[in-house]
């Protein structure tokens, strides 16, 4: 299964539901979260590989392809390069630790609330290194 995929946004979708520490941990977390692979440092919302998450209090409501609108709309994006999600989702280094190091970057919301919520951040993670999914190589570019 390929990152970013429909198959893969099904699956992590699921996986976050049945997550229990995820559900826990972000009880009190609202908002829409899109995960979005950049391309030096560049977004193209037509067809930049993304994915958008509704959350609410320890649910994951809805889990689909992002569109432009989904761009405009959400509370948070997420953005990184292949090989930095790469490493995100092979659990070498923690999401927000991405965040601090430039790895990921927060293109839009508010890092307070993102830090406040890190440990649901990560479970979001691990619902989706879970998948054994792989980045394709042409993004590891």
């Given amino acids: 299964m390929t990152v970013f995929t429909p198959e893969w946004i099904e699956a992590l979708h699921h996986s976050i539901n049945n997550n229990q520490n ?6 009190g977390w609202e908002g829409s ?12 919302e037509t067809t930049a590989p993304a994915v958008w998450l509704n959350l609410l209090h320890g649910q994951c409501l809805a889990a689909k ?4 609108h989904e761009f405009a709309t959400a509370d948070y ?3 990184g390069k ?23 970057k927060l293109k839009k919301g508010s890092l307070v ?18 998948l054994n999914a792989h980045v394709p190589d ?3 570019q």
């Fill in 33 to 44: 979260l899109l995960l979005v692979m950049s391309n030096n440092g560049q977004i193209d």
């Fill in 82 to 104: 292949g090989k930095d999600w790469k490493m995100v989702l092979d659990r070498e280094i923690a999401p927000i630790m991405a965040l601090m190091r430039g790895k990921l």
């Fill in 65 to 68: 392809a992002a569109t432009p």
């Fill in 113 to 130: 609330t993102l830090t406040r919520y890190a440990e649901a951040a990560k479970e979001i993670v691990n619902a989706a290194a879970s």
């Fill in 138 to 140: 042409e993004w590891l």
């Fill in 77 to 79: 994006i997420l953005a």
């Fill in 22 to 27: 995820y559900r826990r941990l972000a009880a």
